[in-house]
């Protein structure tokens, strides 16, 4: 009597992860579509790196650093002579009343003397600066790179990662379906069943796993290149159920 009714609850528990696992009851859940796959990851690494060179990150350091050597330019030139030019242009009433148009045209130059020690140091303090801002930007141009190849390869293991998981769900279905066939035909029984369904729910679990891993992987790897738009986003989240 134990025995049976023992065997009732199992089955009352393998019918509910049966219908928890099906198709229809999977919208329900959070995450991406079963029918969401990836293509092969575009492009080398080569590729990608190629791209990140002209990411917002690396823009902004080489505008700091034509900042720093026009810095240098100014201060080198604190030496230098100044030429200006000047011309007006204006009306004047003569004696007799009558408007006469002047114009003045006048060129000046000016010699700075004695400057160069006020020169020198400024020329020395902004090739300091420039030369701080160099090896800041090489820095940074390193870690994009470094940071760039790592997640492109995250993003291929991952995508590699979702074929293996969807065979395996695959294989888990067909299995859940041959053991039901054979437990119609008595060859099979409820504790086969049991054991296939809970199999069928871990395989699925682990691909909806590997593919929403790769979807996270392929955001990081064009957000480090400086290539994540906001259409990458609502493509994301048009994939989820």
Known sequence: MYLLEQQQQWLEQARTQWRFWQPASQAALPGLAPSHRFADPQGGPEHWWQLAQQSPRLRAQQLLLEAA????DAA???HLPTLQARWSQGSQKDLSGITQPQRS???SLS???DAGGAVRARTEQALAALQAQQARGEQERRAVEAEVRLQRGAWEAAVARTRFTQEGALAAQRAVEATRTGQALGTR???DLLAAIQSQGQARLTDSQARQQAVLASLRLKAAAGQL?????LLVDQSLQ
Not at 69 to 72: H, I, K, N, S, Y
Not at 229 to 233: S, V
């Open 76 to 78: 080198r030139a604190g």
């Open 229 to 233: 738009t906001r259409e990458d986003i």
């Open 69 to 72: 050597q026009a810095d240098v």
């Open 105 to 107: 045209v006048g060129v």
């Open 189 to 191: 029984t409820l504790n």
């Open 111 to 113: 010699l700075p003397l």
